[in-house]
T-cell receptor, first 113, second 113 residues
Framework: EAQVTQNPRYLITVTGKKLTVTCSQN?????MSWYRQDPGLGLRQIYY???????DKGDVPEGYKVSRKEKRNFPLILESPSPNQTSLYFC????????????FGEGSRLTVL | GNSVTQMEGPVTLSEEAFLTINCTYT??????LFWYVQYPGEGLQLLLK?????DKGSNKGFEATYRKETTSFHLEKGSVQVSDSAVYFC????????????FGTGTQLKVEL
C-alpha cells in the first residue's frame, strides 16, 4: 500500500529537549516536504526537498532542521523545542516537482511544555 | 504574495443538501488551484485540481471551476452524504513555484442525517 508514514503520531515533550519526527514514503518519490497546521492559519511549509541531499527552506523554517540522506526518509529535527512549536505536523511527498499533487502522512501532534 | 481565503466554518448541512464552500485567491500569474480534504484523524488527500482558467476539476461528485475573472475556485456538490463530513482546504501553487502550496485556513463540513 502506497503511504507516507510519520512517527511518533503523538508526543508531549518539554522545552529544550531535542526531538526528531521521522517520515518515510514507499512510493519512490523524489519530492518531500514538511508542513505545520495551526488553527486559523491553515498549513504552512517548513522545509522541502527536491531529491537526496537537496533541501530548502519553506515559509516557517526557524527552529527546525531537516536532512535527506536517503530518498525514502525525510526527518524533521527540533534541536531545542519551544512552546510556539506546539502544532500538528504533516509530511508530504510527490512523484513530480511541479504538480502540487501531494501525498500526506497522517500527522504528528506535538506538544511542547 | 500568494494568499487563499475560504469561508469560515463550520458548515452544517442535512444529508442530500447542496454544498458550496467559497474560495478566493490572490496570486501573481496563473496558479494551479486545488481542493484537499482532511477526514478526522487523517492526513490531507487531494480531492480535485484545475490548472488553467475555465478548467473544471471534479471527483467523487465534487466540482470546482477555475474562475480567473473573479479569482475564485468554489467547491460544490449536489447532494452531500454523512461520509463527506471533513475539513476542506483550498490551495494554490504558483506556476514555476514547484510543489509549494499556499493553503486557506480550512472549512469544516458537518453533514447530519
Amino acid at each position: 500500500e502506497a503511504q507516507v508514514t510519520q512517527n511518533p503520531r503523538y508526543l508531549i515533550t518539554v522545552t529544550g529537549k531535542k526531538l526528531t519526527v521521522t517520515c518515510s514514503q514507499n512510493m519512490n518519490h523524489e519530492y518531500m516536504s514538511w508542513y505545520r497546521q495551526d488553527p486559523g492559519l491553515g498549513l504552512r511549509q517548513i522545509y522541502y526537498s527536491m531529491n537526496v541531499e537537496v533541501t530548502d527552506k519553506g515559509d516557517v523554517p526557524e527552529g527546525y532542521k531537516v536532512s535527506r540522506k536517503e530518498k525514502r526518509n525525510f526527518p524533521l529535527i527540533l534541536e531545542s523545542p519551544s512552546p510556539n512549536q506546539t502544532s500538528l505536523y504533516f509530511c508530504a511527498s510527490s512523484s513530480d516537482r511541479n504538480t502540487g499533487e501531494l501525498f500526506f502522512g497522517e500527522g504528528s501532534r506535538l506538544t511542547v511544555l | 504574495g500568494n494568499s487563499v481565503t475560504q469561508m469560515e466554518g463550520p458548515v452544517t448541512l442535512s444529508e442530500e443538501a447542496f454544498l458550496t464552500i467559497n474560495c478566493t485567491y490572490t496570486a501573481t500569474g496563473y496558479p494551479s488551484l486545488f481542493w484537499y480534504v482532511q477526514y478526522p484523524g487523517e492526513g490531507l488527500q487531494l480531492l480535485l485540481k484545475a490548472t488553467k482558467a475555465d478548467d473544471k476539476g471534479s471527483n467523487k461528485g465534487f466540482e470546482a471551476t477555475y474562475r480567473k475573472e473573479t479569482t475564485s475556485f468554489h467547491l460544490e456538490k449536489g447532494s452531500v452524504q454523512v461520509s463527506d463530513s471533513a475539513v476542506y482546504f483550498c490551495a494554490l501553487s504558483s506556476r514555476g513555484g514547484g510543489n509549494k502550496l499556499t493553503f486557506g485556513t480550512g472549512t469544516q463540513l458537518k453533514v447530519e442525517l
